[in-house]
């Protein structure tokens, strides 16, 4: 398998424009979280999906961020009107939750933000 | 939730071994503790997990204290691709990975 799978890998835009970033999990994969990783926070989970299903998204800092999985195999996380305080690593990660104590998660490589 | 407490920062030689310790003293009895690394510029990896007894696998081994208020990370022999920061995480019931600032070792060649 190729592992979760993140596009595009560093993404540079300016202040108000809408950025849209993309997730591929692993095959099979129920569960997709989405973490943002910032010198000053570390590490953050945003949101995460079941079954294609939101279940938790009290991490989303504000309105402008959404997220939705459309299929198993698909999510993305948006950000209108992005801002420089959005400029930080996005990680999208997977797992399988054969019990829920013990699973696994898969991280993607990441996608490098920067808003300027 | 519960939360760990780790060092900032350690520093190893090439070769030995490394012990990463992980304070957790409000752990509660169905926490599962898990160890992830993140490389430089990478995601974060799966190290290992365990709930009570010590685990060995083949990147590391586990050792969870009795009263489990405390567990270490030990890599036997430190390797140069060994240097990341290392997340000590307690999973609870809910399905959130809560990351803490981690502990970044240095492997001195």
């Known amino acids: 398998d190729a592992g979760v799978i993140q596009s595009p890998r560093h993404e540079v835009t300016e202040m108000g424009q809408e950025v849209t970033l993309r997730c591929k999990p692993i095959?099979?994969?129920?569960?997709l979280f989405w973490y943002r990783q910032t010198m000053m926070r570390g590490l953050e989970l945003l949101i995460y999906f079941n079954n294609n299903v939101p279940i938790d998204d009290s991490g989303m800092p504000e309105d402008r961020f959404s997220a939705k999985m459309p299929n198993a195999s698909f999510s993305t996380l948006k950000i209108q009107p992005s801002e420089p305080r959005d400029s930080a690593v996005y990680f999208c990660a997977s797992s399988l939750v054969r019990t829920r104590l013990t699973d696994t998660q898969y991280f993607g490589p990441g996608t490098r933000l920067t808003v300027l | 939730d519960a939360k760990t407490t780790q060092p900032n920062s350690m520093e190893s030689n090439e070769e030995e071994p490394v012990h990463l310790p992980c304070n957790h003293s409000t752990i509660s009895g169905t926490d599962y503790i898990h160890w992830y690394r993140q490389l430089p510029s990478q995601g974060p990896e799966y190290v290992i997990h365990g709930l009570t007894s010590n685990v060995n696998n083949r990147m590391a081994s586990l050792a969870i204290a009795e009263d489990r208020k405390s567990s270490t990370l030990i890599l036997h022999r430190a390797t140069l691709r060994d240097a990341a920061v290392y997340y000590c995480i307690l999973r609870n019931t809910g399905n959130q990975f809560y990351f803490g600032t981690g502990t970044s070792l240095t492997v001195i060649p």
């Open positions: 095959s099979g994969h129920d569960y």
